[in-house]
């Protein structure tokens, strides 16, 4: 498959032997992967997995202890500071906590999408004095995830879902080929989780974009998104379609061991 | 558990703050007996000089007790204390826009998290240099300059400046502003990295530049408190402006200097009162405002 040159143009990430240590805890295992372009995928795993990890990997914020990673056709180290600051402006990140500068209106915190793209100068132009057109950009991009009506809005003023909400809008405005939401839904109700998780694999498919998510619920995963990648350990415990995915794997990927399974014990006991 | 035995011979453990508590008081007391403090030092050489200070607090004075001016200049000790007091609310916010400017800068340049940058952008030696070695060397110097600049009591600026410049009003600017800059940018650094950084971490992921994720993740999530503690400090200028006075900048403290000096106690009750005024209006509005900055 990996032969054809065309699924080899459409190769955004493509991961060897990926290892990530911290002092002596590893974090990443000698993961390797391919993500093309335009794909919806989940990371699954229990917390300590590694899935963080391997998210700030692909957003270019962090380079791994050893292994090769390739972006967009070109080798992480190979990144200047300069093609760095565009690959992440290429590259919608959401976190778990939304992450918006408190304090500014909900208008602000949407046009800093586009700080990678611009000057200082502009920077401040854009922040001090919106034009007419990017505030109806922000406007379009708030309509999209449907709270259009906060424009204006102090962002610290909003429930945690509608903050999730202007993160999302956020890295619409941004316009990145590649959207990466680490535990986008990890603080949300299950309602609010489902309605986050149909907006972003939606606005991926409308757009074209290639999402990567992690997250917990492995019954929302399957529903949303059609590949699984079950991270355990650092390591990748598998990786297939969602409707391949067995109950065994789940059950394999979740199961306790070792000092894990003597204190869940002790709890029952 | 320890048995009820084994409790009996040990003393009531008293800890950090019970220790700091009693050579607190231990020290005062015996300042006291060093300084050779008592209160009879209280009772007055000359009973009828306070008797008549205090009951000129019920006859505050519109024209001036001077009787070669008398009556000739209606309210004269009125226009003063108004004209007194406007400049010491001019000098207060003359001093501090610009030490606003200066602790701002300050502030800015002692902010030591932004020069950290991340590790992965700041690879070079270069880069490496410039964020090991130049940015902790700026920010402890900037630092230290506050630390210099507040340690001088505004008062010791003004003698300073009345020596080496003479009385003009720019020189009682310079030296209400000088420690206000430096106070002013201790707290502002410190404000600014304790804001919260996980917006400017994700701003960093979006592909900000430093001098970006400092303006616009750093600055708007610290700029509440820093307004809140700007305004608070207003309050301070004031009352500094006001003893500046003293030193013969025409604030309020000028006036009442000059009538303490000539005995007109009811001309310094005048200034006295509309001080108190001044001072409690500015501490009811700036209040207001900063519980309205704080939501």
């Known amino acids: 498959m990996s032969a054809d040159p065309k699924v080899q143009d459409r190769i955004v990430y493509d991961l060897q032997e990926v290892s990530q240590r911290y002092n002596s805890t590893t974090a990443l295992d000698s993961v390797s992967l391919t993500i093309t372009s335009g794909e919806i995928l989940a990371i699954v795993g229990p917390s300590g997995s590694g899935k963080s990890t391997l998210l700030r990997i692909l957003a270019g914020a962090q380079r791994p202890s050893t292994g090769h990673v390739m972006i967009r056709g070109r080798m992480l180290r190979d990144y200047s500071p300069t093609t760095l600051r565009e690959l992440r402006a290429a590259t919608g990140f959401i976190h778990q906590d939304h992450r918006l500068v408190p304090g500014l209106r909900v208008s602000q915190n949407v046009l800093l999408g586009r700080l990678g793209q611009s000057s200082l100068m502009a920077s401040w132009r854009s922040f001090l004095f919106p034009s007419r057109s990017e505030l109806l950009e922000a406007h379009e991009v708030l309509e999209r995830v449907g709270i259009e009506e906060k424009l204006f809005e102090r962002s610290d003023r909003l429930s945690g879902g509608q903050q999730q909400r202007v993160a999302i809008a956020r890295a619409l405005y941004q316009a990145p080929c590649t959207l990466l939401a680490d535990e986008p839904i990890a603080s949300l109700d299950p309602i609010r989780s489902r309605d986050i998780l149909k907006l972003l694999t939606e606005v991926a498919a409308e757009r074209g974009l290639t999402l990567v998510l992690s997250m917990h619920d492995l019954a929302l995963a399957r529903e949303f998104c059609p590949r699984l990648i079950g991270l355990r350990h650092g390591q990748v415990d598998f990786d297939k379609s969602s409707s391949d995915v067995t109950q065994t794997d789940l059950d394999q990927l979740y199961r306790l061991e070792g000092k894990e399974r003597i204190e869940d014990r002790a709890i029952q006991g | ?295």
């Open chain 2, 1 to 295: 558990m320890r048995s009820k035995a084994e409790l009996k011979g040990k003393p009531f453990p008293v800890g950090i703050r019970g220790w700091v508590l009693i050579s607190a008081i231990l020290v005062g007391l015996w300042a006291w007996l060093y300084l050779g403090l008592s209160p009879r030092q209280l009772l007055p050489g000359d009973a009828s000089s306070i008797g008549r200070f205090l009951a000129a607090a019920l006859s505050p004075a519109l024209d001036s007790q001077d009787p070669g001016l008398g009556e000739a200049v209606r309210y004269i000790v009125l226009q003063n204390a108004l004209h007194g007091l406007g400049r010491t609310v001019l000098f207060a916010a003359a001093s501090l826009l610009l030490s606003i400017l200066g602790g701002f800068v300050l502030g800015f340049l002692a902010t030591s998290t932004w020069w950290a940058g991340d590790t992965i952008t700041s690879r070079g030696p270069l880069r490496r240099l410039l964020r090991q070695v130049f940015g902790p060397t700026v920010s402890a110097t900037a630092k230290i300059l506050a630390t210099l600049l507040r340690s001088v009591h505004e008062l010791f600026w003004a003698l300073i400046f009345l020596a080496a410049f003479g009385s003009g009003p720019l020189t009682g600017v310079l030296a209400l502003a000088l420690p206000f800059a430096g106070t002013l940018g201790k707290i502002y650094a410190e404000m600014l990295e304790e804001s919260p950084s996980a917006p400017s971490k994700a701003l960093r992921d979006l592909g900000a530049t430093r001098l970006q994720v400092f303006f616009f993740g750093r600055l708007p999530a610290a700029f509440p408190d820093m307004m809140a503690y700007t305004l608070y400090r207003f309050e301070c200028a004031l009352r500094s402006s006001a003893v500046l006075g003293f030193f013969g900048y025409p604030t309020i403290g000028y006036f009442l200097k000059l009538s303490f000096e000539n005995l007109y106690y009811s001309e310094v009750w005048t200034y006295l009162y509309g001080l108190f005024l001044l001072i409690f209006l500015v501490d009811a509005w700036s209040g207001t405002l900063r519980r309205r900055l704080a939501t």
